[in-house]
């Protein structure tokens, strides 16, 4: 299974208007795909029809998709340390 990261960029400032944010997210996400890791963003405004996101029933599609495989990341990364304990720091 291919490693993937996904990068929410939840910037406020108008779309067509490069933020710090967006900067941040670009830079981390191009040092991980040097490792082979695929990656993806949303702009979350965008992802709530670009307006103010107020109470919703449901989070946007692509919010819940990352939500859920980052639950199932940290599940899997849970079993692996049950049957595979990390020792910790070598005492020199």
């Keep these: 299974m ?3 990261a996904f990068g929410l ?3 406020l400032k108008p779309a067509a208007t ?5 900067r941040r997210l ?7 795909v040097a490792h082979g890791v695929d ?3 949303a702009r979350v405004t965008e992802a709530m029809g670009g307006g103010d996101s107020g109470d ?6 692509k919010v819940a ?7 199932r990341n940290a599940v899997r990364l849970a079993r692996l ?12």
């Design 65 to 71: 998709d990352t939500i859920g495989m980052r639950a």
């Design 26 to 32: 670009d830079h981390g996400l191009t040092a991980i």
């Design 2 to 4: 291919p490693l993937t």
């Design 56 to 61: 919703l029933d449901q989070p946007p599609a």
């Design 81 to 92: 340390l049950q049957l595979h304990p990390d020792p910790g720091p070598r005492k020199g």
């Design 9 to 11: 960029d939840r910037t």
């Design 18 to 22: 490069r933020s710090s944010t967006r």
């Design 39 to 41: 990656t993806s963003t």
